[in-house]
């Protein structure tokens, strides 16, 4: 993905974290990790243990000395913070930081997001940098996220308003929907069989009753499994009742 934000890592105090931030990152198909400063230096081991899979984002990340250096080719920076910090800056959600973000790429600009130290997150003066501040809304009396935890959420909702997102699917398997024809001689297996025994009683109701069903068949999202399975059911069913007793 050509545009996308970049994540600025301030200060990561374990490679583990670090690993664990850049496979929630590929996760999401971002690739673009700065850190600054890391505590235990770099290259760190224990990062490539835990990225699992996502390790050409630790050969490719950048490393700072300092957040300014981190943030200065770019114009937006986000700030997450669980913490009010009694400073005069606009406050979004991560759904709406990622949708500004999105926005602001798309117009040409270039945007970072910082994620601070796990042990207690980022610094007022590297706040002060920032542009706007995310804040997860998240249980008060228990604000702390990990530190891939939220990069992760940001970068879900970051996925979410820059790639197709399917809400909602049901999957067929392989043999996929049952057509309408198939469907339709199903109903005619079950009103003959049905017929037989008779359950279209009274006379006079057995059209409507015929109808009803046909409708109810038509409901169903049937796959061409289904269609197998519910005439085999009814044949057995025929068998055992035919059969010896």
Same mark, same amino acid.
């Given at each position: 993905?050509?545009r &996308?934000?970049?994540?600025? !890592?301030?200060?990561? #105090?374990?490679?583990? =974290?670090?690993? %664990?931030?850049?496979?929630?990152?590929? =996760?999401?198909? @971002?690739?673009?990790?700065r @850190?600054?400063?890391?505590?235990?230096?770099?290259?760190?081991?224990?990062?490539?243990? +835990?990225?699992?899979?996502?390790?050409? @984002?630790? /050969?490719?990340? #950048?490393?700072?000395?300092?957040?300014?250096?981190?943030?200065?080719?770019?114009?937006?920076? $986000?700030?997450?913070?669980?913490?009010?910090?009694g400073?005069?800056?606009?406050?979004?959600?991560?759904?709406?930081?990622?949708?500004?973000?999105?926005?602001?790429?798309?117009?040409?600009?270039?945007?970072?997001?910082?994620f601070?130290?796990?042990?207690?997150g980022?610094?007022n003066?590297?706040?002060?940098?920032? =542009?706007?501040?995310? +804040?997860?809304?998240?249980?008060?009396?228990?604000? *702390?996220?990990?530190?891939?935890?939220?990069? @992760? !959420?940001?970068? $879900?909702?970051?996925?979410?308003? +820059?790639a197709?997102? +399917?809400?909602?699917?049901?999957?067929?398997?392989?043999?996929?929907? %049952?057509?309408?024809?198939?469907?339709?001689?199903?109903?005619?297996?079950?009103?003959?069989?049905?017929?037989?025994?008779?359950?279209?009683?009274?006379?006079?109701?057995?059209?409507?009753?015929r109808?009803?069903?046909?409708?109810?068949? *038509?409901?169903?999202?049937l796959?061409?499994?289904?269609?197998?399975?519910?005439?085999?059911?009814?044949? &057995?069913?025929?068998?055992h009742? /035919?059969?010896?007793?």
């Amino acid at each position: 993905m050509d545009r &996308q934000p970049v994540f600025v !890592l301030v200060r990561p #105090q374990m490679g583990e =974290n670090i690993g %664990a931030a850049a496979r929630a990152m590929w =996760n999401f198909g @971002l690739d673009r990790m700065r @850190l600054v400063a890391p505590r235990d230096g770099w290259p760190n081991p224990a990062a490539g243990a +835990t990225a699992s899979g996502a390790g050409r @984002l630790l /050969d490719a990340a #950048q490393i700072y000395d300092d957040t300014a250096a981190a943030i200065a080719d770019v114009t937006h920076v $986000y700030a997450t913070t669980a913490r009010p910090r009694g400073m005069t800056t606009p406050v979004m959600s991560p759904e709406r930081a990622m949708a500004d973000a999105a926005r602001r790429l798309a117009a040409g600009e270039r945007v970072a997001v910082l994620f601070g130290p796990e042990r207690a997150g980022l610094e007022n003066d590297d706040i002060a940098r920032a =542009n706007t501040i995310v +804040t997860v809304p998240v249980n008060p009396e228990f604000p *702390s996220l990990n530190l891939a935890q939220c990069v @992760l !959420l940001t970068g $879900y909702e970051w996925r979410r308003h +820059t790639a197709d997102v +399917t809400h909602e699917a049901v999957v067929p398997g392989p043999d996929g929907w %049952a057509e309408a024809g198939e469907v339709a001689r199903l109903a005619e297996h079950y009103e003959a069989r049905l017929e037989e025994a008779g359950f279209f009683f009274p006379a006079h109701k057995a059209e409507s009753m015929r109808r009803n069903l046909r409708n109810l068949w *038509s409901r169903m999202p049937l796959t061409k499994a289904d269609v197998r399975i519910f005439h085999g059911i009814l044949r &057995q069913l025929v068998r055992h009742r /035919d059969g010896p007793r």
